[in-house]
């Protein structure tokens, strides 16, 4: 007798044997139990987890004949001839050999008669989505208003090629991805059935490989069977299965999360000395970062698909880096998968990613080195926290002499960057910009003054335009809320125009009425030169800070 691929050999024949799929089981035997057939079903999910095989089990159990309510027998004839693909009623057709229009409707209609011998006719189509769009609409008018006793069993791995009125009519079972415990799990079972001598760390290797499909898993154990003539040598299941050693996964992750170049670029020249695909290297170490953030989430090493060993591993090395580092790690290689897998030099892009992911715990927060938290010594403040007139360009200066002007707010990250010398009538503009951004660019031309609950603003002689559209009613009730929001509830508005400046009328500024030109200790200010690089302006006036003007 010919040798049988142990695929083929251990397909499941009985519900039960079914793995992984327990929902799509319980829904179907409990309508074979009521004798609630649908004429159409569309089962879909990844390769090889059971689409076909269902279909198969669900038609015997149509016509067995002990059927239907207790399942398939697998004894009688008609199960039989099922099993071997002989049975004249239950037609198992792929697709892509019957995508043409004609084929179609020659199989529609000789399906408008019923079945020779058993209870039902089965029509199983697999990878349904290859029919073209008129097979499709020639098969739609049998799906929806079939003859008695006719069932239709679709599988497809792209529900979303599918058209939704053949989806309206059908019944959809998803088939789920196989754990990969319970794969492991089950060629354990093929093993000790086969003879076949497999560590339990080797089983679960193949079971992490097959990426959730159990034809592929079976594929593997039964190919590296073959290779190690009955038995399998993990170091080689590592290696046909285009993976990595695990703890050669641990030190690269060791590597790379301080920041050690040197050794990240040896362990990737090393991968590629060992002829892995780069490829599918990237893609598992990919997962195994993925356990490392499950892991720093609180996650036990128990739950992930690793043995224990390695799982109390990757656990000790975890707890000693943050979760942010993981998470940037991640989201770089993920952004970077696509790169290595359509590269010509995938070696190359591969030791390049890892390189540049080696350069990410180097990093500061950009909002730490803007709060003065890079490490540099800052300097002690020489004088008294003083209010500061920042001017990008000379202009006419106002007419009253404790006039403090507000400049156009900053970016929050300016603000940030300027820490205690936010003045509150900046921040009166930044609320107002959240309000209601044009709004406050119409007020970049206006002085404003707080006193006594008191927010006056001084609008340009020179923009009437601007002065009417601030003196609307929508906008004056903004500028109260915004008004209230900075300075505290019953914070009262009022708009006051100021006439147009007369050619050459200077008004002197307060601080260089007394003729000292000496520079203000102020100006000195790290925090205060940040705002001057930022806007290119000058210090026009240095006010001190006063009970009236504080917020």
């Known amino acids: 007798m010919s040798y049988q691929v142990l695929a083929r050999k251990w397909r499941p024949q009985a519900f039960d044997a079914l793995i992984g799929q327990r929902e799509v089981v319980t829904a179907l035997t409990n309508a074979l139990r009521e004798g609630r057939i649908a004429q159409a079903y569309l ?7 059971g689409k076909t095989t269902a279909a198969r089990l669900f038609a015997k159990a149509l016509n067995c004949e002990k059927g239907p309510e207790a399942g398939p027998c697998n004894e009688c004839a008609t199960c039989r001839d099922i099993t071997r693909g002989s049975d004249l009623d239950v037609l198992e057709i792929d697709a892509a050999t019957y995508s043409k229009v004609e084929q179609v409707r020659e199989l529609a209609e000789s399906l408008k008669y019923g ?7 089965v029509v199983v189509v697999d990878e349904v989505h290859r029919l073209s769009r008129q097979a499709f609409d020639a098969l739609l008018k049998i799906v929806e208003e079939p003859p008695p006793r006719l069932v239709f069993v679709f599988a497809t791995t792209e529900v979303d090629a599918v058209p939704a009125t053949i989806l309206s009519r059908c019944q959809e079972f998803h088939f789920r991805r196989v754990g990969a415990a319970e794969v492991a799990a ?11 001598a497999a560590s339990a760390r080797a089983l679960r290797l193949l079971a992490r490989a097959g990426e959730g499909s159990v034809r592929d898993s079976v594929a593997l154990l039964d190919q590296l069977a073959t290779f190690g003539n ?32 040197r050794r990240v670029s040896a362990l990737a020249r090393e991968s590629e000395a060992q002829g892995w695909d780069p490829r599918q290297v990237h893609a598992h170490f990919l997962a195994y970062c993925r356990d490392a953030l499950h892991l720093a989430l609180g996650g036990a090493p128990a739950e992930l698909d690793l043995p224990a060993d390695d799982g109390e591993a990757l656990a000790a090395l975890v707890a000693e880096t943050e979760y942010e580092n993981l998470l940037r790690l991640l989201h770089h290689l993920l952004a970077s998968e696509a790169g290595v897998r359509r590269s010509d030099a995938a070696s190359l892009a591969l030791e390049l990613a890892w390189l540049r992911a080696a350069e990410l715990p ?31 360009a000379p202009r006419p200066a106002p007419p009253a002499a404790a006039v403090l002007v507000a400049p156009s707010p900053p970016p929050p990250s300016v603000a940030s960057a300027v820490g205690e010398a936010t003045d ?23 002085r404003l003054r707080h006193a006594d609950g008191v927010l006056t603003i001084e609008l340009p002689g020179d923009d009437p335009l601007g002065a009417k559209q601030l003196k609307r009613p929508s906008n004056r009730e903004l500028l109260g809320a915004a008004a209230a929001a900075t300075f505290g509830a019953g914070t009262r508005l009022r708009l006051v125009e100021a006439p147009p400046a007369a050619p050459g009328d200077a008004v002197a500024a307060p ?16 925090r205060v030169q940040a705002v001057l690089d930022i806007f290119g302006g000058t210090v026009a006036t240095v006010e001190p800070a006063d009970d009236e003007e504080s917020a």
């Not at 803007?370 to 500061?388: E, H, N």
């Open 424 to 446: 509150p009538l900046l921040r009166f503009r930044e609320e107002l910009s959240a309000r209601r951004p044009t709004l406050a660019a119409s007020l970049g031309a206006a």
């Open 115 to 121: 079945p020779t011998r058993d209870r039902y006719k």
């Open 43 to 49: 089962f879909s999910g990844i390769r090889g987890v």
């Open 186 to 196: 089950h060629l354990g079972e093929i093993a000790a059935a086969e003879g076949i």
């Open 511 to 526: 601080a260089a009425a007394s003729g000292d030109e000496t520079p203000s200790p102020a100006a000195d200010d790290p």
């Open 362 to 392: 180097k990093l500061v927060a950009v909002e730490a080195l803007l709060a003065g938290d890079s490490g540099a010594a800052r300097p002690a403040p020489t004088a008294a926290p003083a209010k500061l007139r920042v001017e990008a």
């Open 230 to 261: 009955g038995t399998i040598d993990e170091a080689e299941a590592s290696r046909l299965v285009g993976g990595l050693d695990l703890a050669l996964f641990a030190e690269l992750l060791a590597a790379i999360l301080r920041g050690d170049a």
